[in-house]
């Protein structure tokens, strides 16, 4: 994993530029504290930012490569599980390699067949390749988002990053927000818009998108989306065939040159991955595998079971690393070390995030960077496989709303009257724009139908969001974290898999639990899901509280926006907050975090509201 970075601007000369083009390199230093580079050629530029996972010597970007009078350059951020397939086809072809590594592969599949190339890497990559000759640029993301990939197009000229924070050092786009930033950020966030940047004038490639820009202009095509087909298996046959592709990707991405780990929270997902990896490593005599799990300080003193969490994690994890044989270490946040880090989380996602749930998986990452480099984590499951409660109680299922944030009650409430008046109607649009786009088949029942939509609104949204925190909070570290169940494959099957079936038996996740009953302890498959876990601890609530108080004494442009007044009341009295105002568990500690987070990333990024 890395960060890239570049520029093209007709008729400069970019090398006049190398302070600049250094100086948005060191933006991205987290993601690539190993090596870094820069490639100039008269009015481009392209930067790199190397963590190195594979091949280090022959690896080293960015990589040129002289074809047939043209020369090509690449810097890539990912990694490829197909490298080895893809190799062998390219070497059929003519092609040779000096190494092993994923950009190699890509660059040189990207030379023999052009804007095709995507369509042939099974990964998780975003690349920028410049060919010199007819000077134009290819930008590409992978087809699930695990990889990020922003940028701004202006007069003449266009910037790209792996981060935000790049594309402001550039100069070129300022920390401008107008109301339909203000609209996501308050009304959305902290999932948003597909391809929205929030800041005015950046956007981003979407998940299975490219793009080309050349003589000033920029054409962007999708190579890639959700398609409705029909499901022809029977129950025994997609059983299997459920079994057979994650095992597949599980086994392609334990591939690493460096020390990988494992996420492992006791719930179904991440154990299925480590009894996965562990039998592999078995079977192989490679020794055995190591496990970290997460939890705050007392926060069993303070445990409430809710319908969105059953029950602690602890006891589960236990029994998944006994009868995995695992090498195992808990690692235990401290609370006032979990609201501290409120603020490197916004630095990571250069917007207002996920808060707490952010700021613990930074901390977490952060601990698991000092001996490793690579982890994998089991995110995705919920999104493709019907894992939330939403997808499983008819009253919210038909709902005619995003299932994760259902009322604008609390949001519209700590903002002044008259501000941002059309929020709701923002929010309503997105909703329908996306239900509107999912693929469906004829003939399908209501709620066949019913789950095509939910599953785009989940893996257009939700999961995103959930990708964009795992990739940001654990490269902030420079720890890789890969991710198996967004294997393009398994998704293909998961959307048009019929509800029967991927619920086998009324379960959530039912296909999954089935298909790999065999493999883990009954207590685990069967066991009811529960989400990443948040702190009880009232500690945290009240380091909030206090912060937001000295918040709501500044006079600067959000607390122009904040009913002081509304805000204080949840400060006095958090259990008026009965439901989730995001996701599964974010309540009033998460509003307030909220709060820390939006103003200190309108004082730190310097945002100007337009």
Same mark, same amino acid.
């Given at each position: 994993?890395?960060?890239?970075?570049?520029?093209?601007?007709?008729?400069?000369?970019?090398?006049?530029?190398?302070?600049?083009?250094?100086?948005?390199?060191?933006?991205?230093?987290?993601?690539?504290?190993?090596?870094?580079?820069?490639?100039?050629?008269?009015?481009?530029?392209?930067?790199?930012?190397?963590?190195?996972?594979?091949?280090?010597?022959?690896?080293?970007?960015?990589?040129?490569?002289?074809?047939?009078?043209?020369?090509?350059?690449?810097? @890539? =951020? &990912?990694? %490829?599980?197909?490298?080895? *397939?893809?190799?062998?086809? !390219?070497?059929?072809?003519?092609?040779?390699? +000096?190494?092993?590594?994923?950009?190699?592969?890509?660059?040189?599949?990207?030379?023999?067949?052009?804007?095709?190339?995507?369509?042939?890497?099974?990964?998780?990559?975003?690349?920028?390749?410049?060919?010199?000759?007819?000077?134009?640029?290819?930008?590409?993301?992978?087809?699930?988002?695990?990889?990020?990939?922003?940028?701004?197009? @202006? =007069? &003449?000229? %266009?910037?790209?990053?792996? *981060?935000?924070?790049?594309? !402001?050092?550039?100069?070129?786009?300022?920390? +401008?927000?107008?109301?339909?930033?203000?609209?996501?950020?308050?009304?959305?966030?902290?999932?948003?818009?597909?391809?929205?940047?929030?800041?005015?004038?950046?956007?981003?490639?979407?998940?299975?998108?490219?793009?080309?820009?050349?003589?000033?202009?920029?054409?962007?095509?999708?190579?890639?989306?959700?398609?409705?087909?029909?499901?022809?298996?029977?129950?025994?046959?997609?059983?299997?065939?459920?079994?057979?592709? !994650?095992?597949?990707?599980?086994?392609?991405?334990?591939?690493?040159?460096?020390?990988?780990?494992?996420?492992?929270?006791?719930?179904?997902?991440?154990?299925?991955?480590?009894?996965?990896?562990?039998?592999?490593?078995?079977?192989?005599?490679?020794?055995?595998?190591?496990?970290?799990?997460?939890?705050?300080?007392?926060?069993?003193?303070?445990?409430?079971?809710?319908?969105?969490?059953?029950?602690?994690?602890?006891?589960?994890?236990?029994?998944?690393?006994?009868?995995?044989?695992?090498?195992?270490?808990?690692?235990?946040?401290?609370?006032?070390?979990?609201?501290?880090?409120?603020?490197?989380?916004?630095?990571?996602?250069?917007?207002?995030?996920?808060?707490?749930?952010?700021?613990?998986?930074?901390?977490?990452?952060?601990?698991?960077?000092?001996?490793?480099?690579?982890?994998?984590?089991?995110?995705?499951?919920?999104?493709?496989?019907?894992?939330?409660?939403?997808?499983?109680?008819?009253?919210?299922?038909?709902?005619?709303?995003?299932?994760?944030?259902?009322?604008?009650?609390?949001?519209?409430?700590?903002?002044?009257?008259?501000?941002?008046?059309?929020?709701?109607?923002?929010?309503?649009?997105?909703?329908?724009?996306?239900?509107?786009?999912?693929?469906?088949?004829?003939?399908?029942?209501?709620?066949?139908?019913?789950?095509?939509?939910?599953?785009?609104?989940?893996?257009?949204?939700?999961?995103?969001?959930?990708?964009?925190?795992?990739?940001?909070?654990?490269?902030?570290?420079?720890?890789?974290?890969?991710?198996?169940?967004?294997?393009?494959?398994?998704?293909?099957?998961?959307?048009?898999?019929?509800?029967?079936?991927?619920?086998?038996?009324?379960?959530?996740?039912?296909?999954?639990?089935?298909?790999?009953?065999?493999?883990?302890?009954?207590?685990?498959?069967?066991?009811?899901?529960?989400?990443?876990?948040?702190?009880?601890?009232?500690?945290?609530?009240?380091?909030?509280?206090?912060?937001?108080?000295?918040?709501?004494?500044?006079?600067?442009?959000?607390?122009?926006?904040?009913?002081?007044?509304?805000?204080?009341?949840?400060?006095?009295?958090?259990?008026?907050?009965?439901?989730?105002?995001?996701?599964?568990?974010?309540?009033?500690?998460?509003?307030?975090?909220?709060?820390?987070?939006?103003?200190?990333?309108?004082?730190?990024?310097?945002?100007?509201?337009?």
């Amino acid at each position: 994993m890395c960060g890239i970075a570049g520029w093209i601007e007709k008729d400069c000369k970019m090398i006049e530029r190398i302070g600049t083009l250094n100086a948005m390199s060191e933006t991205l230093d987290r993601r690539g504290p190993d090596e870094n580079g820069i490639y100039v050629n008269g009015d481009a530029a392209l930067i790199h930012r190397r963590l190195v996972v594979i091949d280090r010597e022959n690896g080293k970007q960015p990589m040129a490569v002289r074809y047939k009078n043209k020369t090509y350059v690449i810097v @890539y =951020n &990912g990694e %490829l599980y197909n490298a080895p *397939e893809l190799r062998e086809s !390219l070497r059929a072809k003519g092609f040779h390699f +000096r190494g092993h590594s994923d950009t190699e592969a890509v660059l040189k599949a990207y030379i023999h067949y052009g804007v095709k190339a995507p369509e042939k890497l099974n990964g998780i990559f975003a690349f920028a390749v410049y060919c010199a000759a007819d000077k134009s640029l290819f930008l590409c993301r992978d087809r699930i988002g695990v990889k990020p990939l922003f940028y701004s197009e @202006y =007069n &003449g000229g %266009l910037v790209f990053g792996s *981060e935000i924070k790049a594309l !402001l050092k550039s100069g070129v786009v300022k920390p +401008r927000i107008d109301e339909q930033g203000l609209n996501e950020i308050f009304f959305l966030g902290p999932a948003r818009t597909p391809s929205c940047g929030i800041f005015k004038d950046i956007h981003e490639l979407n998940p299975g998108e490219y793009a080309v820009y050349q003589n000033g202009r920029l054409l962007r095509k999708r190579y890639y989306s959700l398609t409705a087909h029909e499901h022809t298996d029977n129950e025994s046959q997609t059983i299997e065939r459920t079994r057979a592709l !994650l095992t597949d990707a599980i086994e392609r991405q334990l591939v690493s040159d460096v020390p990988l780990c494992f996420f492992l929270s006791g719930g179904l997902d991440s154990s299925i991955i480590v009894k996965t990896a562990a039998n592999y490593n078995r079977t192989r005599k490679l020794g055995r595998i190591h496990t970290f799990s997460v939890e705050y300080r007392d926060n069993a003193k303070f445990f409430k079971k809710s319908v969105f969490q059953p029950n602690s994690d602890s006891e589960y994890i236990h029994m998944m690393t006994k009868d995995a044989g695992t090498v195992h270490r808990e690692i235990i946040l401290d609370n006032s070390l979990l609201a501290d880090a409120l603020y490197d989380s916004v630095e990571a996602r250069d917007l207002p995030g996920y808060v707490d749930v952010d700021s613990s998986l930074l901390l977490f990452c952060r601990e698991i960077k000092q001996d490793y480099t690579v982890a994998l984590s089991g995110e995705c499951a919920d999104e493709l496989f019907g894992g939330y409660p939403w997808y499983h109680n008819r009253d919210i299922l038909f709902e005619d709303c995003f299932p994760w944030s259902r009322t604008q009650e609390v949001r519209r409430g700590i903002l002044k009257k008259g501000v941002l008046p059309r929020g709701e109607e923002y929010v309503r649009q997105r909703y329908l724009d996306t239900i509107q786009a999912a693929p469906k088949l004829k003939g399908e029942s209501s709620r066949d139908s019913r789950m095509r939509e939910m599953f785009a609104l989940n893996f257009y949204w939700f999961m995103q969001c959930l990708l964009e925190r795992k990739d940001r909070c654990s490269m902030f570290s420079g720890l890789e974290v890969r991710v198996p169940f967004c294997d393009y494959r398994l998704v293909d099957y998961a959307y048009n898999m019929p509800w029967k079936l991927k619920a086998w038996n009324g379960r959530e996740k039912g296909i999954v639990r089935k298909a790999f009953e065999d493999m883990l302890p009954r207590e685990i498959v069967w066991r009811k899901k529960s989400p990443y876990p948040k702190t009880h601890n009232p500690v945290y609530f009240n380091i909030c509280a206090e912060r937001v108080k000295m918040i709501l004494q500044k006079k600067n442009a959000l607390t122009e926006m904040l009913d002081k007044t509304a805000v204080g009341r949840i400060i006095k009295n958090p259990q008026s907050i009965t439901t989730p105002w995001y996701g599964q568990l974010m309540q009033a500690p998460q509003i307030l975090a909220y709060i820390i987070e939006l103003d200190y990333w309108f004082e730190k990024y310097k945002v100007e509201i337009v």
